[in-house]
């Protein structure tokens, strides 16, 4: 790699283009990258530490809480109380919302949502899992304890948006609306580079991502789509193929680079879909857009639904544009 590029001094470098270039995006960005590479530490030696396996209680959404689940969601918080560009925090992990209140945070502008370890089930059994965070300037005055309306905002008013994806090499992704970026992470040096500049997601692939087994519960759309992913037509290049891994980050990241679409539904067992609409579904959003893809609930862009709750969960249609086109196209027709 010649002439390598930091994520710091990329940040740097791009700070122009943040809508309030004061250096805190900088400083907010160096809270997540050192709190991804302690969870990274972490994900790496898990089979060596008593770290692997369930805490024996669930977290906010029913969900059995993992021990990593719980690490990452106090490193993450931890590393964004210590600076004081944020206000609070939401995470997939609590029930409320975390105000920060110590005087470091007395004028701070921003509230940050994450969903700390996405696909933490699949850590066991050492697969691909993740990071994803979203940025908002608050709503509320600034000196004023941050409250629920700084966090319940559309998804089209973030500021900035990314994952950490935590596989067979480490990556931080994110963008500020100015194109996307993604960053490796070199284990020798602990520093993120600059290894995936300006990345796009193909117009159409032909990976389709779903559960197929909750077939049964799937709308009448998303069954005809499924159905129209595996029939031969070679102008089109199907069948499809399936590609799952149940780490939605992992699912995401690899029909980034490569092309397609990952459906998660509603269904009978999950009425209004699993996925949470401001800790995945948003960032993920607005990082698609930002590549040149799609993402949706099956009707409507996902970044124009107005949150209602924190814990909110949506229907979700992401990827490559003309596949969350065909897949809008059933949708509309069965619906």
Same mark, same amino acid.
């Given at each position: 790699? +010649? ?7 990329? *940040? ?40 692997? #396996? ?5 977290? *906010? ?22 600076? /004081? ?41 050492? *697969? +691909?899992?993740?990071?994803? &965070? ?20 559309? /998804?089209?008013?973030? *500021? ?6 935590? !596989? +067979? +090499?480490? =990556?931080?992704?994110?963008?500020? #609306? ?15 580079? %600059? ?9 159409? !692939? ?49 029909? =980034? ?20 609409? %401001? ?19 099956? &009707? ?15 229907? &979700? ?19």
């Amino acid at each position: 790699m +010649s002439n390598p590029i930091t994520l710091g001094e990329f *940040v740097i470098e791009k700070q122009g283009q943040f809508p309030y270039a004061t250096g805190e995006l900088s400083q907010l960005l160096s809270s997540i990258r050192l709190a991804a590479k302690v969870v990274n530490r972490e994900i790496n030696k898990a089979g060596l530490g008593d770290v692997l #396996g369930a805490v024996g209680a669930q977290n *906010v959404q029913g969900e059995q809480q993992m021990k990593l689940d719980v690490y990452a969601d106090e490193m993450f918080i931890k590393a964004l109380r210590a600076r /004081g560009e944020v206000c609070g925090v939401g995470s997939e992990e609590n029930e409320d919302f975390i105000v920060f209140d110590e005087e470091i945070h007395s004028n701070s502008k921003y509230v940050v949502l994450i969903d700390p370890l996405d696909g933490s089930s699949n850590i066991d059994v050492n *697969v +691909s899992v993740g990071t994803i &965070f979203s940025i908002y300037r608050r709503v509320t005055p600034p000196g004023t304890p941050a409250k629920l309306e700084d966090f319940l905002q559309a /998804g089209n008013k973030q *500021v900035a948006a990314g994952y950490v994806v935590y !596989g +067979s +090499s480490t =990556m931080l992704v994110y963008t500020t #609306g100015h194109g996307v970026n993604g960053f490796t992470l070199d284990p020798s040096l602990g520093v993120f580079f %600059l290894s995936h500049p300006n990345m796009q997601i193909p117009k159409t !692939g032909n990976i389709y991502s779903i559960n197929e087994g909750n077939y049964v519960h799937f709308p009448d759309g998303v069954k005809n789509y499924i159905k129209y992913c595996q029939e031969l037509d070679v102008p089109t290049n199907r069948p499809y193929t399936s590609r799952y891994i149940g780490s939605l980050v992992s699912d995401f990241h690899r029909n =980034m680079l490569k092309g397609g679409i990952y459906i998660y539904p509603k269904g009978t067992k999950s009425p209004n879909g699993k996925l949470r609409l %401001l800790y995945e579904c948003n960032p993920l959003a607005f990082i698609a857009e930002q590549a040149g893809g799609k993402a949706s609930n099956g &009707f409507k862009r996902i970044m124009d639904i107005q949150p209602e709750e924190l814990h909110q969960r949506v229907p &979700f249609f992401i990827g490559s544009v003309e596949m969350v086109d065909k897949a809008e196209e059933f949708m509309t027709k069965f619906s």
